[in-house]
């Protein structure tokens, strides 16, 4: 029997209580009444709350919490596709993160310093939505927001020296050619 059949079962037997008091009072009525729908609150109390529609996604993939995923080792062993989605070589990834590792703050468990540039070199390389750079990195996509919020001010200190924006007559002989 499930929780609606019970409670709809201990509904009817109140209603049917009430009728039978109210045309013929039986003396200790009332008690045997109390003690039962004492017993039918118990058998409520003793049942587990319904789980909410967030916890049963959730225990479909288990009960850890985000943990992160290290995306930086996968994708190191294609160094070709590397290149394509963020622009650097492992090399010059791995020189580029050693020079801003110094400014870089402890980031959470979820994700290290080295993935936390790779997601955000990807997201301005190619724009990922910031859902499939929460699936790719198994984070929240709150906490990848975040995360590239941190990194692009990172990056624009330590490198902001290092861009040189073409001049006026630079950028138009480039845009008609």
Known sequence: MNLRQFLVLGV??????????QRAPIPGLSIVFMQI???????????QPLPTIYRRIVDLFGNDPYLGR???????????????CIGFTPAEF??????????????NRNIDNRNCLLLTLWWLRL???????????????????????????????????????????EWQRLRYT
């Not at 729908?37 to 049942?47: M, N, P």
């Not at 995306?71 to 590397?82: I, L, Q």
């Not at 709150?142 to 861009?163: C, D, G, Q, V, Y």
């Open 94 to 107: 791995d020189k580029l993160l050693h020079d801003i590792q110094g400014n870089m703050p402890a980031h």
């Open 70 to 84: 290290d995306v930086y080792a996968d994708w190191r062993r294609h160094p070709v596709e590397m290149m394509r």
């Open 127 to 169: 724009y990922p939505t910031l859902h499939q750079i929460a699936l790719i990195f198994d984070l929240h996509h709150s906490t990848a927001a975040r995360h590239i919020e941190h990194m692009i001010e990172i990056l624009h200190n330590k490198l902001r020296r290092e861009i040189r924006w073409p001049t006026n007559q």
């Open 12 to 21: 009817g037997f109140l209603a049917v209580l009430q009728v039978l008091q």
């Open 37 to 47: 729908f004492a017993q039918f609150l118990q058998v409520l109390g003793t049942r």
